[in-house]
């Protein structure tokens, strides 16, 4: 039994020197975190986010069985086709839904250290929104009236 132990022991240490060496504390820029992450100090900015129509993006999609299209997923979810972004509802249904990285980037780097603000877009712009808001998708899109509507209910200036 000590034997096992002091086996785990090392494993467990050689684990870590890996981990340690490969830079695992300190995600890239450009890693998707996953709005669960944010909620941890957003908390009102995610509950708000949560009462908008692109948090149910993805379930819109598997309400009409059409979640695994490749041309309707890249409006409907996050990083889909990125680095690290959305694969398919079961291996990554922590990025289903417009999350807050599609319009902030990807922000694991800041969500592992706040004052970190690499890659991280403070006030996305029109353009953000037209890469899915396009001409022929939403004809009619207000961007001065509608971007006040992205966080739901959350106050402009909160957490
Ligand atoms: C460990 C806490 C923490 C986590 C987790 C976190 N943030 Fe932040 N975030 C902060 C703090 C603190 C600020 C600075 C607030 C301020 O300056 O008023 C901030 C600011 C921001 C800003 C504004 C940047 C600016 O320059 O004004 C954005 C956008 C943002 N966070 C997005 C996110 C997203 C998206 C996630 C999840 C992927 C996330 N944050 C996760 C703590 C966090
Ligand atoms: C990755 C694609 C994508 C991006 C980028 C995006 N949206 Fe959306 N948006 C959607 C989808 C998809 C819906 C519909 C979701 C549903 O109903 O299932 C939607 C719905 C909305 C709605 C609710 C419907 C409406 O027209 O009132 C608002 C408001 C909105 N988006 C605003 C914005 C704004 C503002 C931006 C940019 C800051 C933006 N969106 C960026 C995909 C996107
Ligand atoms: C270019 C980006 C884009 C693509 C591609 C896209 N969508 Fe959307 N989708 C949106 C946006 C933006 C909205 C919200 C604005 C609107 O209603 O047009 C939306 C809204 C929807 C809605 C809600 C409509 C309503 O009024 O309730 C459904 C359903 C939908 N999309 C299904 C799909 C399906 C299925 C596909 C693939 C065949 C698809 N979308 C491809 C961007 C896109
Ligand atoms: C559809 C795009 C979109 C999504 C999704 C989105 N944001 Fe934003 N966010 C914006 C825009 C646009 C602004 C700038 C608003 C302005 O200029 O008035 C902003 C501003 C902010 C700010 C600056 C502080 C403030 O409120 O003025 C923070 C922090 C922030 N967002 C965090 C988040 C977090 C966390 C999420 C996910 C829960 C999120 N956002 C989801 C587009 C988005």
Known sequence: MVKRAACLTA???LAMAVHAQSGYSQPA???YAGVETCA?????LVAGWKTTR?????ATLQKKHQE???HCLKCHVTGFEK?????DGELTPHLAGVQCEVCHGAAAAHAANPDSKKGLVARPGEDTCRECHTKGQDPKFDFHNKKLLVHGAA???GK
Do not use: R, V, Y
């Not at 941890?40 to 009102?44: I, M, Y």
């Not at 680095?83 to 694969?87: K, L, Y």
């Open 11 to 13: 494993a467990f240490l």
């Open 29 to 31: 820029a450009d890693e």
């Open 40 to 44: 941890g100090c957003h908390e009102e």
């Open 54 to 58: 692109h948090a149910k993006a993805f």
């Open 68 to 70: 695994t299209l490749g």
């Open 83 to 87: 680095e690290g972004g959305f694969m």
């Open 155 to 157: 106050k402009k200036g």
